[in-house]
């Protein structure tokens, strides 16, 4: 496998790439929508940003999962890094998902929407995480310990999207209904660029943070061996 | 099996401890007892039956939330912790062992809390004890693997809430929709499932977190 | 019975071991020593299964139901007292005949009189000595001791050294110490660390 620090400066051209083809489509290519008007434009970032939060906490179970089972020595790092990336993208999602609010129907916040309610609770279950991390000090226990609670919040993203889903009977009636599947051929397409933008943007960031992250462990390793 | 007879000896060593120290269990009565009082000053006045329901499952929460921040405590101190991964037992048998003590403290608590609920506010049925029980397994599952975990670290006091809460919140959505809509039956079995995923990874990753 | 190769032990970017070989064949006496810091505990715990090393390998050719591990904290529960503490490792380890090999080793240890007070009520050598009970009490074949001569009085620490010398024959030993002299005598293999 090829070192990552020669892939990093292709990544990131795709990723910019894609983010400019992206904003292309959106504003000019796009269908505008006939209720909601430019505001529905959003849509086309807050769902890809949620969706890359996603695929980040996946990564970084996946990355956890190795970490326990193979004991793969940079596991717990870039575990560490994909689940920082998900709570960017996780806020980010927060954000534009509550601008959409405040522009469709003219409040911050809705209780309505299922997945931005699943979003905050992830959102503060992952920050919990970096809290976890922060008060056990480095070494195999904390490694373990970040692991085995990435693994849980992959078990939490479907328990707690269901539990969402049954408190709507009870909560706040389903007031709207987002734009669904049954978009037209433009509006996919375009999705589907955006799509690919997010996830390459997040890739690329990852890649920047743990390249950072390695050579500062390299250095303080150094430090070590020479004092 | 060996394994029940290893969670056997374990949970007793708890129960010991309990009655040793005597400080848990009556600390989580005051305090339930305690909240619900305060629940009664929270709720302005004309507040429905439905309101004060799922203040019952906030009490829950936070009073089991005591008695875990306690549970591992003896664990830490004197390292015994050590000696217990160090016994051919198998480790996730520590864990089972310190949920049923912890589970049989909160249904204990329990016994005054949902009378004194029933008194205080408005009545309890069925349903609504089929969902404090299931909730109580979940709770104490995730809630002594988290303070395991949390025990391990600086501010263990402080860290332990913020790692519960966000996984508590199904079970309070079950809890909840149990005893507040009609027909409560899809939420116990929701419990039912939160409850078995969890303690099955519970259960399979609590040898990672006493070894390193 | 114990084999390591190139076995390394890191907390984060701190290297405690690095690079460390050694073979203790069984019913060796590995006798541990250097200055603190120098990674003795750590080592110690990675050959009694507390942890596991981060590269390398350490092989421990025997189960955890036969290895007796001495630390630096007594590994007991304060509030209960010796008994209780002894009968749950009893349960724990299916110590056969119990009740009496605790009652043999608390009066061997001269804690008979203390056995039904709370552990927090005792003095450091005596929660060293229950910590010892507790160590021995499934007859182990392998013996990690750390330190086992902290806290002990003249006679308590003459009893250690009886009782070490009469499982000399029956068990392998990895002994860390401050105070090697005393131990000398019966060790078959020395390490050195270094910090």
Known sequence: MSSPNSRLPALAALALGLVAAATALVFFFAPLDADQGLSQKIFYFHVPIALTAYACFGWGAWKALLHLWKREPSADLES??????????????????????????????????????????????????????????????RANFSAVYALFGVALIPVSFLAIRLASDFIHPTVFTSAGPQMSGNMFFTFCVCLAAMLSLAATLNAVELSGKRLDARLRELREALA | MSYTRDVGALARKDFLLELRAR??????????????????????????????????????????????????????EGGVLDGLVLAPCDRSAIWLAKSLAVLAFLGLVELVALPAFAIFFSGIDGTTIAAVVLADLGICAVGTFLAAMASAGRARELLLPLLFLPLAIPIVVGGVGASVVTNGGRYLAFLALYDAVFAIICWASFEYVVTE | MIRARQVEKRFGEKRVLRGLDFELSRGGFLLVTGANGSGK???????????????????VDTSREHVGFLGHEPLVYRELTALENLELYGRLYRVPERRERIGMLLERFGLWDARSDRVASYSRGMTQRLALCRALLHEPTLLVLDEPFTALDADAAELLDRELAERRDRATFVVATHDPARIEPLASARLALAA
């Open chain 1, 80 to 141: 560490y890094v994909a689940i920082h990336q998900g709570v960017i993208f996780g806020a980010l999602t927060l954000l534009t998902g509550s601008i959409w609010a405040r522009a469709s129907w003219g409040v911050w916040w809705t209780w309505s929407s299922n997945q931005l309610v699943l979003f905050l609770v992830l959102f503060l279950f992952y920050c919990a995480y970096f809290m976890l991390r922060f008060s056990v000090d480095p070494g195999p226990q």
């Open chain 2, 23 to 76: 400080d848990t269990l009556p600390a989580m009565l005051i305090f339930v007892i305690a909240t619900l009082v305060v629940f009664h000053f929270a709720l302005p006045a004309g507040s429905s039956d439905l309101a004060s329901n799922g203040l019952l499952w906030v009490a829950i929460l936070f009073t089991a939330l005591l008695g875990l921040g306690r549970s591992f405590v003896p664990e830490r």
């Open chain 3, 41 to 59: 505990t750590t080592l110690l715990r990675l050959c009694a299964g507390l942890a596991l090393p981060t590269a390398g390998e350490l092989d």
